[in-house]
């Protein structure tokens, strides 16, 4: 129930990110994506091999509905998925592998939250933007493009968050 | 136990994730063309110093027939200016050498090695390791005593890498005998040491055994290269002569070159630049 719950919310959430491509592109320096909220959020006993393919068809999903250069959202997505294992451990410590438990705002905090969901933000940004500029945009603009992206991104994987967090989905607390 | 699965599903997840920004960096760089450009261009560098780093060990290990071949090349350059230094002094003694006659006047010249080539494909290249920060240019010519080699397409700090030619979408000016008619020779497509000229007017005859130069009219090569030795003709629409060339250069065996870049290139530009804008302008 709880895993069924998940899954219906993460294809709601990429429905949401295949609007986001393509009907709100408020700025050429403004890039909104909730993809690397929603690849931090998966339950942590999927290991790093699942989350690859997960993240690759995700990316794979948004680069094919919307309009947009194919393979950029599977570029930047599948390091996020790779890191994952190491920003949860760097940010939240050993003991949540030790306990098996899922991260989520009530349990971690605020705090911890924003650290992990900002550094999967910006591995993912960092790697979108590079990609996209191609070597031809100049650093100011790449730098403008990031710190935009990087504060819309974080407001809307909050929300993300909390639509993914294992208490929601689960209905209650340990 | 617990230890070596562990070890086996990072080795395997790196795995999938190297071979999945491949998937992703194959796609991307059939869905834009400045990405198409910007991924070659890393391919390129990433090529570069890998086959860089495989060439200092393999020549590390034929330092000695590469030493004999330079001594072999030495004494023949030596012989070579001795019989020039005598031409010059009988010249002057006659009174017919002016200031200006120089060897490849007009262009400036880089030597280089090759650091990687390709032999077996349609459309070959070759990386050299001479970059930008050693004034090569894109569009330079690449030659060796024995004929030309390729164009310089893309440029690096310290590597270059060109269109082989061996590659069937090079083609360079040439002129068939001292004074005969200039076409493009242009790679066959099947020896490594064939070549056709094409567009040779029927009227202009020659010889099977004629030789043939490269005829300066490019910025590319300077004139009067030997390329190779003319062979059998066909006539093609009943208008043009095309010429079998069996060219000088051998490919296989193919190491050291030199990069010829036209020193006045800018100048020819902005002229045809200058009359280009005066002919859109009327």
Redesign the interface.
């Known amino acids: 129930m709880k895993q069924t719950r998940f899954l219906v919310n993460f294809l709601l959430l990429l429905i949401v990110q295949i609007c986001i491509a393509n009907f709100f592109r408020l700025s050429q320096y403004v890039m909104l994506s909730i993809l690397p909220a929603m690849i931090l959020l998966i339950p942590i006993r999927h290991?790093?091999?699942p989350t690859?393919?997960i993240a690759?068809a995700t990316?794979l999903a948004v680069?094919l509905l919307s309009d947009g250069?194919?393979?950029?959202n599977?570029?930047a997505l599948?390091?996020v998925?790779?890191c994952r294992v190491g920003i949860i451990r760097l940010v939240f410590g050993d003991e949540i592998f030790a306990r098996k438990e899922d991260i989520s705002v009530p349990r971690q905090g605020l705090w911890k939250m924003s650290v992990a969901i900002i550094m999967a933000q910006a591995l993912f940004l960092i790697i979108y933007i590079w990609?996209d500029g191609?070597?031809?945009r100049p650093l100011w603009f790449s730098g403008i493009r990031f710190a935009a992206s990087l504060a819309g991104g974080y407001i809307l994987s909050l929300f993300v968050a909390s639509i993914l967090a294992p208490e929601r989905t689960s209905g209650t607390r340990r | 136990m617990v230890d070596e699965r562990k070890i086996w599903a990072k080795v395997i997840g790196t795995a999938i994730f190297v071979l999945m920004e491949f998937a992703a960096l194959s796609m991307l760089k059939h869905s834009g063309s400045l990405q198409e450009i910007w991924i070659s261009k890393a391919s390129h560098r990433v090529m570069a110093k890998v086959w860089g780093g495989f060439d200092n060990i393999g020549r590390y290990f034929s330092l000695k027939t590469e030493n004999q071949n330079l001594a072999e090349e030495n004494a023949m350059l030596t012989e070579a200016l001795r019989h020039s230094q005598d031409l010059i002094q009988k010249a002057s003694e006659n009174g017919l050498l002016t200031d200006s006659t120089t060897v490849f006047s007009g262009f400036e010249l880089i030597p280089a090695s090759i650091v990687k080539i390709s032999r077996n494909k349609q459309h070959n290249y070759f990386i050299l390791n001479k970059g930008y920060e050693d004034g090569v240019r894109p569009q330079s010519g690449v030659i060796t005593p024995s004929g030309i080699v390729g164009i310089v397409d893309a440029v690096d700090r310290h590597y270059s890498y060109g269109l082989s030619f061996m590659n069937s979408g090079i083609s360079i000016s040439a002129r068939l005998g001292n004074e005969g008619a200039v076409g493009p020779l242009t790679w066959d497509g099947i020896s490594m040491d064939g070549a056709v000229l094409k567009e040779i007017p029927l009227q202009y005859k020659y010889s099977p055994g004629d030789t043939v130069w490269t005829s300066g009219s490019s910025m590319l090569f300077p004139p009067d290269i030997p390329l190779g030795i003319a062979g059998s003709s066909k006539v093609v629409n009943g208008a043009v002569n095309e010429i079998q060339v069996d060219l000088f250069q051998k490919f296989p065996a193919l190491r050291y070159v030199t990069i010829v870049s036209s020193t006045g290139r800018e100048e020819i530009t902005y002229l045809e630049n200058l009359e280009s804008g005066e002919e859109e302008q009327k």
């Open positions: 290991g790093t091999i690859l393919f690759f990316g680069d250069l194919l393979g950029l599977v570029l599948v390091p998925a790779f990609a191609a070597g031809t």
